[in-house]
């Protein structure tokens, strides 16, 4: 079983930033490759950005290149989505997902190639 817990969520005006965290309690962090994902009311789940497991790739969406980073200490079991330059339409519950199985050094832009994800957490961006 594999456990995560998102924080960092908040509430902030357009142009500010925030740091989501997502901690992992699994014992093998270090083989997972992480995602993070969003979900607006009304719309379908959405990538943002993915990291491998040992973290020398990176993936980024659209909407996420320019304004975010996606990054990993796996001495802490955590990985991270830096947002800077936030716009209304960013409003959405981010959640972090794991994909324990995977064994390449990628990591998947796609929610079903990820097996556990978190309860999510809130970003609200005020015009």
């Known amino acids: 079983q594999v456990q995560l817990v998102e924080s960092g969520g908040g509430l902030v005006r357009a142009g500010g930033s925030l740091r989501l965290s997502c901690a992992a309690s699994?014992?093998?962090?270090?083989?997972?490759?992480m995602g993070w994902f969003r979900q607006a009311p009304g719309k379908e789940r959405e990538f943002a950005a993915a990291?491998?497991?040992?973290?020398?790739?990176?993936y980024y969406e659209d909407f996420v290149k320019g304004r975010g980073t996606i990054s990993r200490d796996n001495a802490k079991n955590t990985v991270y989505l830096q947002m800077n330059s936030l716009k209304p339409e960013d409003k959405a519950v981010y959640s972090c997902?794991?994909?324990?199985?995977?064994?390449?050094?990628?990591?998947?832009?796609?929610?079903?190639?990820?097996?556990?994800w978190g309860q999510g957490t809130q970003v609200t961006v005020s015009s």
């Open positions: 699994g014992r093998t962090f270090s083989s997972y490759a």
């Open positions: 997902a794991a994909d324990p199985a995977r064994d390449s050094d990628y990591a998947a832009a796609v929610p079903w190639e990820y097996g556990y």
């Open positions: 990291i491998s497991r040992n973290g020398d790739n990176t």
